[in-house]
């Protein structure tokens, strides 16, 4: 009896061993697919930073990237951004505030959104940039959707309490990649590097002392500036806050998604191939009005993204996303 008590036991310890290694092994590959990723946003009066949010909330839900944390890049907005975090399971995923004006008057959604009680931790952006990357085991990449304003402050920043090191030294060790919304292809003007005074001030110095060792991605205008998504979240308005916000927006059926478009294809990299994605590399230079001009060369400091299907392919596949 105890012999057979002893074989069952030692079969039930070598399968719960070859069990427990498996599903080890599973998550160990499962890792690392997932993109560690910050949010960095504007989120003004319009509502092309909360698809960018929803976004990267379902992507995180699909393993595809780890939503670390969600920066705002002008102040006033963090507790809606909090709410719409708590409100859609994110409660745990810290919000960065900024000490910068936002200078768009108080949209209504914003109410709307921080009536749900949200349990986020809110702190200063800067440091809650450094906290996370001196915390994260792996390099982290940052999208932002807006100012540059936080990673301006990150790359000024000194050594703290979270890590000795400056924020230039924290950005070569612990960033993967920085994905930056803006900037209009060949030149021109668009509202992140210009619309504010901290505007120019900001991008001009990540531009300019950006180190090329870190991939720096560029969006333009012209990608995601004209794709209209959100359309098909018509007739959610009494139980989604997306679509609340679209139609309280009065753009129930669709808006401009730049922002949308760069979180979209961050998190899709591993297939830019069948979505038409492809990089030139170039430089950028931002005038003390916020004007830049990319000029495509092979020994370029950045990296400009660059798409080949037409509008609906993308629109069709961020929609779906954005449920
Ligand atoms: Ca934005």
């Known amino acids: 009896m105890n012999c057979i008590k002893k074989l069952v036991t030692g079969l039930a310890l070598a ?8 599903i080890f092994r599973i998550d160990i590959k499962a890792a690392d697919n997932i993109e560690p990723i910050v949010l960095d946003v504007d989120m003004c009066g319009d509502v092309d930073d909360i698809m960018a949010i929803r976004l990267a909330e379902n992507y995180d839900i699909q393993n595809k990237v780890k939503l670390l944390a969600v920066t705002s890049n002008v102040m006033g907005n963090e507790d809606a951004i909090a709410g719409m975090l708590t409100k859609e399971g994110f409660g745990d995923v810290p919000v960065g505030v900024s000490p910068y004006p936002n200078d768009t008057s108080y949209p209504e959604y914003w109410d709307k959104f921080s009536e749900t009680t949200a349990t986020n931790e809110k702190i200063d952006a800067v440091k809650l940039l450094r906290r996370t990357l001196a915390e994260s085991y792996v390099p982290v990449s940052i999208v932002t959707t807006g100012y540059l304003t936080n990673i301006y402050g990150l790359m000024l920043s000194e050594g703290d309490e979270y890590s000795p090191l400056s924020g230039m030294q924290l950005i070569r060790e612990k960033v993967k990649e920085l994905h930056v919304t803006g900037g209009v292809y060949p030149f021109g003007v668009d509202f992140n590097y210009a619309y504010v005074p901290f505007a120019p001030i900001s991008a001009r110095y990540v531009f300019e002392n950006w180190d090329s060792s870190v991939p720096l991605f560029i969006y333009t205008y012209d990608l995601g500036g004209p794709l209209m998504c959100g359309g098909n979240l018509q007739n959610m308005a009494e139980t989604d806050y997306l679509a609340w916000a679209l139609k309280n927006r009065g753009v129930e059926s669709g808006t ?11 998190a899709n990299f591993k297939d830019s191939e069948i979505h038409g994605i492809t990089l030139e590399k170039c430089n950028m230079e931002i005038d003390q009005d916020g004007a830049d001009v990319i000029e495509d060369r092979p020994d370029g400091k950045f990296y400009r993204i660059k798409k080949s299907k037409d509008n ?3 629109r069709d596949l961020i929609n779906e996303d954005l449920k």
């Open 312 to 314: 609906e392919y993308d």
């Open 15 to 22: 399968l719960s061993f070859v069990l427990g290694f498996s």
């Open 256 to 266: 401009p998604s730049w922002d949308a478009f760069t979180v979209f294809v961050f």
